[in-house]
């Protein structure tokens, strides 16, 4: 059986595949745009990462303790294609996520995995903790195709923040709704989990998303130069 995310994945990568899908706005005039087949191939290599390198299954879950961030919005579909439960609320999980590793990071935890956010980041900028997987360094030699070894479940949950929804209700009862086609401004002072699922219900209807950093004004100029469907 198929899940949703997974759906989601073929569309984005089969639809308009050259067309931008999601935007970032982040400090110091960083700007990265991912079109659907390049949103596709870097999910593809999260999920293979975590598939591969740190034996993620179905089932499982991976607390992201993450800003609203295109690299965390990635590596949430990667989990969800995968069949895992993205948790958003601290409780525990598997599988660790975060962009602030420090000694203490991995008690409780399968493996933690430290993402630098800056958009060119080839690795961590330091020392990581012994036992830390470096997200930046790894992720590029993993597959550009993603295919699960275990079939994901669409019963099993896919969220865990402010409730819980499963795998089969994950565009339906978690993603917002939003028009067709809709160019989707995301203010990432939102927080992760509202940026999620407003990301989500745009994808859903062939849509694409501008996601703006809390720092970053968002100006007329901005929001003309991206074209952002008014209200």
Do not use: C
């Amino acid at each position: 059986m198929s899940i949703p995310a997974a759906t989601l994945m073929t569309a984005l990568r089969s639809g308009h595949s050259t067309s931008p899908r999601l935007t970032w706005y982040g400090p110091d005039s960083e700007r990265v745009e991912l079109s659907g087949r390049v949103l596709d191939n870097w999910v593809a290599k999260t999920s293979n990462l975590l598939q591969d390198e740190l034996d993620a299954e179905p089932g499982m879950a991976v607390r992201l303790d993450l800003p609203a961030h295109w690299k965390s919005f990635v590596w949430a579909l990667a989990a969800w294609q995968l069949g895992m439960e993205v948790v958003l609320d601290g409780t525990s999980a598997d599988l660790l996520v975060t962009d602030t590793p420090d000694d203490g990071a991995g008690a409780g935890f399968d493996a933690v995995v430290a993402v630098p956010l800056a958009a060119l980041a080839m690795r961590w900028p330091g020392e990581l903790p012994s036992g830390v997987v470096d997200y930046a360094a790894e992720v590029r030699s993993h597959g550009d195709v993603f295919m699960a070894h275990n079939e994901p479940e669409a019963g099993n949950p896919a969220v865990r923040g402010s409730a819980v929804h499963h795998h089969g209700s994950l565009l339906d009862g978690f993603a917002a709704s939003h028009e067709a086609g809709v160019r989707l401004l995301v203010r990432a002072s939102d927080g992760l989990e509202a940026g999620l699922a407003a990301s989500l219900g745009a994808w859903k209807e062939d849509g694409s998303v501008v996601l703006v950093h809390p720092d970053l004004e968002v100006t007329e100029h901005l929001l003309e130069n991206e074209r952002v469907s008014r209200s």
